[in-house]
């Protein structure tokens, strides 16, 4: 069971304590994600999970609910490649082109 911290917003040290916690959290995560890509293996398992989400195909669906579900999906995908490339640009580019042909 996890807690939530309670941050009063009109406290200027309470925002800035979590505005910290956050981006020392986002640091680590980007260090990790490093880490994963820093095998070849790795990046061919980014490199799927990115194509599970669709993110380059069309998003239109038979009917709205689906439409929004790839959108949703997409969404992930997009959100996840900015991490990536943020992490490490060129690692990224490698990952697309050792998987370009889905070896």
Request: proline share 1%; charged share 30%; with cysteine.
């Amino acid at each position: 069971m996890t807690t939530e911290k309670i941050i009063d917003y009109g406290n200027e040290v309470h925002v800035k304590k979590a505005r910290t916690e956050a981006q020392s959290k986002y640091e680590l995560l980007l260090r990790a994600i490093g880490k994963v890509m820093d095998t070849k293996e790795g990046r061919k398992v980014l490199y799927e999970v990115i194509s599970m989400t669709g993110q380059h195909r069309t998003c239109m669906g038979k009917d709205p609910h689906e439409t929004y579900f790839f959108l949703g999906q997409r969404n992930i995908g997009l959100k996840l490649t900015a991490i990536l490339t943020e992490a490490n640009q060129e690692l990224y580019l490698k990952s697309l082109v050792e998987n370009k042909g889905g070896n």
